[in-house]
């Protein structure tokens, strides 16, 4: 519901306070000039920050597809997905966009000035002149700041313990007392159910849970740009493990979209500095260039979004899930395209203090990221396999595979020598595990 609150001002209260906001707009406005050192200190920060999500999370991404916890099972995203992307993308900031507009208190003044005859007695008629304020609130944007920053308290608590959990498992003594956990939601019954939340832990998450909590509530109640980059850096980890690329090409379909919406985005209008500026919640990270002169009280900040971390993180854990299905026992192309963001970032951060003005940072990281490694895999004569890697399909190290089928065909013998040559192929000298048939009770 929206509320109009008329608030009654004399007009030349109104207007001394109109001088009053706009002296006060003045000086809010004036720059604060950081020092040499403290610049170079925000940015060095900024990209080693921005490098330790990429780095470790493109190695979690090979492992995690082991896991046969739910939490942990990749999401893979399709050329279908990479496509449709930018334009959910762009929408999604523009609705911000003009919530964010929407949602600022405004003076609305009511139209013609309203003359209003008050009787102070029989005798004399006396006239006033009143304006009238309107304030229009629909939502105000404090309070859906802290809807929001609700919402990515409970997000940042479980990411950040998830980032916390193999940690903690080093951690720990072997003596500590573990006891595991099991979370299963099921829908239906019978042979029509269905696993919906299948989620495994133990002693050790619920310590990583509780330190993260804390963290979270840090966040909550002062909003702290230490407890921002924490959960910032967890949401970025967790991108960059939990989201696969299937293949090169989905990743070139999904950069250059990104391209494109970041360029238009930032060039061509102010929605994407205003939308970051008025979003406060833990999607990006930030890193006080005041803080020689403050301290961790500094509140003037150069900041770096997520997206320019998780877009091209994928795609590096993807050329490197590539560099350990080649068998090379190198890691060429990881290296290339890490070697790339940092170039792409780095350029960035040159033109930004060149000219004063925000850079979208994905115009010099796509062309980076995916030159780099395309330059190399033409070098070394692998650009076919390079495009013709499918993630979806990797079959993981010391899992057999089967070449041939058993005839089923025949006696029970020559199914026993057939299953034996399959066993031979596949490598397996052990025999096959026999399960055991329980008869089923009829009712």
Known sequence: MAEVEPVPVPVPE???????????????????????????????????????????????SVTCSKSKNASDMPETITGRDAARFPIIASCTLFGLYLFFKVTRW??????PQVELQTHWDKRCLRTHTVTFVFRLQVFSQEYINLLLSVY?????????????????SRIFPDSFPNKQYQLLFTQGSGEAKEEIVNYEFDTKNLVCLLISSVVGVWYL???????????????????VELLHLNNVSTGCILLGGLFVYDVFWVFGTNVMVTVAKS???????????????????????????LGDIVIPGIFIALLLRFDVSLKKNSRTYFYSSFLAYIFGLGLTIFVMHTFKHAQP?????????????????????????????????????GSPRLTSFPTVSG?????????????????SSSSPRRRRLQPTPHM
């Not at 006060?24 to 403290?38: I, Q, R, S, W």
């Not at 405004?106 to 139209?111: D, E, S, Y």
């Not at 919640?281 to 900041?303: H, T």
């Not at 006696?411 to 490598?427: F, N």
Request: negative net charge.
């Open 14 to 60: 109104a207007l001394n306070a109109t001088d009053s906001n706009g002296t006060e707009a003045l000086n809010a406005t004036a720059k604060f000039v950081a020092t040499p050192e403290g610049t170079a200190l925000a940015y060095g920060s900024l990209v080693f920050m921005a490098l330790l999500p990429i780095f470790f999370g493109a190695l979690r």
């Open 106 to 111: 405004g003076g609305v003044r009511a139209g």
């Open 152 to 168: 990515f308290f409970g997000l940042g608590v479980l990411a950040l313990s998830h980032t916390m959990s193999p940690l903690m």
């Open 221 to 239: 109640l002062k909003k702290h740009w230490i407890a921002n980059n924490l959960f910032g850096l967890a949401f970025a980890l967790n991108g």
């Open 279 to 305: 979003f406060e919640a833990p999607i990006k990270l930030v890193f006080p260039q005041d803080l020689l002169e403050r301290g961790l009280e500094a509140s003037n900040f150069a900041m770096l979004g």
């Open 361 to 397: 940072a994905l115009l010099y990281l796509v062309p980076a990221c995916i030159g780099f490694p395309v330059l190399v895999a033409l070098i070394k004569g692998e650009l076919t396999e390079m495009f013709s890697y499918e993630s979806s399909e990797e079959v993981l190290p």
């Open 411 to 427: 006696s029970p013998a020559s199914l026993a020598s057939s299953m034996d040559a399959v066993s031979m192929a596949t490598g």
